[in-house]
């Protein structure tokens, strides 16, 4: 990843509903959430959230596909992967120890995908 590709990722994560919206979408795993059920999940409005939805995607963070009646949102891991590595590259001057692994920057992170109400 490039510094405009993370400027324009941080840029929308700057924003609380989408950085909610983000986190979500992170939480649901690679298959994905329906736009119907982020709206519940946040209490945006659809159109309202059809906004924070396409800054998510034109950054691309997210992307959506087709699901019968149902657009389903999924975040993009790997421009996830870009962007931490990104920020942590050259950590602490070169001397990683510092900074230790991201693992355990985070100790309540968990793996566990949400089940939508």
């Known amino acids: 990843m490039q510094l405009p590709e993370a400027v324009i990722a ?10 909610a919206i983000f986190r979500l979408l992170v939480q649901a795993g690679p298959g994905g959430i329906s ?6 999940e946040v209490g945006l409005l659809p159109n309202t959230l059809s906004t924070h939805l396409a800054a998510l995607v034109h950054a691309g963070l997210a992307h959506s596909r087709r699901a019968g009646r149902s657009v389903i949102y999924s975040a993009d891991y790997g ?3 870009a ?3 990104y920020l942590m590259a050259d950590c602490c001057g070169g001397r990683p120890e510092i900074c230790g692994s991201l693992p355990d ?5 968990s793996c ?3 089940t939508p109400a």
């Open 112 to 114: 566990t995908p949400i």
């Open 79 to 81: 421009v996830i992967r």
């Open 35 to 40: 736009a119907g059920d982020v709206s519940r």
């Open 83 to 85: 962007l931490l590595g």
């Open 105 to 109: 920057m985070l100790p309540g992170a």
């Open 10 to 19: 941080l840029s929308a994560l700057g924003n609380g509903h989408r950085l």
